[in-house]
């Protein structure tokens, strides 16, 4: 029976050729989304093991962050930017979840996640979500969710304004495109709560920052964030 499904798989695969989606080389009987080789490879930044690491520096006298690390580099040509970019604009969910996941037993195991109570995407605004069918944060959390058994809200943090996109802004255009544009809608949710803010990347941190300041607006919140890669511009 086995001989024959992989015989069928084999002929499958000819027709319909598996790729990694970071690489776009063929994967391997074994393989999902990601061959063994990039997941490897794919460099892994260990922010979450150094307290003041790249990311924690950059909330420094901006906003009160706990903790604040990135599982890899955005660079240019970089595979966690390939699986990003198919994530986000080719609709492939499945790759947040499995990079949300392998980050979130990471993190798990480190002991980051030991004192979060709550994790809370990035929200998307819901014209947003409508075109692209999804909010990649939210996909992210859930595959983190998955691997530290830390409960995912997606309710209490709103998105209430559109806003533009940051690509190509300027650090000071990026913060005013984003300056108040969030809304807790039920405070006693989160109250006296450590919220784990996740996103899929971070540049200068001001979609972070402007989250994060509403979130510290409710008594005894604390916040920590974490993002897929860190584009250190």
């Known amino acids: 029976m086995s001989y024959f499904y992989y015989l069928w798989d ?3 695969s000819l027709l319909f ?6 690489c776009g080389n063929h994967l391997m009987r074994n393989e999902n989304l990601i061959c063994t080789e990039c997941y490897v490879v794919i460099p892994r930044t260990n922010y979450h093991l150094e307290e003041n690491n790249p990311v924690a520096q950059l909330f420094w006298g901006r906003c009160v962050i706990e903790k604040a690390a990135a599982f890899s580099y955005f660079n240019k040509g970089s ?12 609709g492939i969910k499945e790759i947040g979840f499995e ?3 392998i980050y979130g037993l990471s993190l798990t195991s480190s002991g980051f ?21 999804f909010n990649q944060s939210e ?11 830390l409960p995912l809200d997606i309710n209490t943090l709103k998105r209430i304004t559109k806003s533009a996109t940051q690509t190509k802004r300027s650090r000071f255009e990026r913060w005013t495109n984003v300056e108040g544009i969030f809304r807790v809608t039920d405070p006693q ?8 803010l996740v996103d899929d990347v971070i540049t200068t941190g001001s979609t972070i920052e402007s989250c994060s300041n509403e979130l510290l607006k409710i008594e ?13 511009i």
């Open 10 to 12: 084999d002929f499958i």
């Open 113 to 133: 996640t030991k004192d979060i109570d709550v994790i809370i995407p990035v929200p998307l605004h819901p014209s947003k979500v409508r075109v692209r069918g």
């Open 139 to 149: 996909i992210i959390s859930s595959g983190i969710a998955g691997a530290s058994s």
């Open 17 to 22: 050729p598996r790729l990694c989606y970071a």
């Open 189 to 196: 949710a989160i109250m006296g709560k450590h919220v784990l």
């Open 79 to 90: 595979r966690i930017r390939n699986l990003i970019h198919h994530l986000k604009y080719k």
């Open 99 to 101: 990079l949300g996941k």
């Open 220 to 232: 005894g919140v604390r916040v920590s964030v974490v993002a897929l890669a860190f584009a250190n």
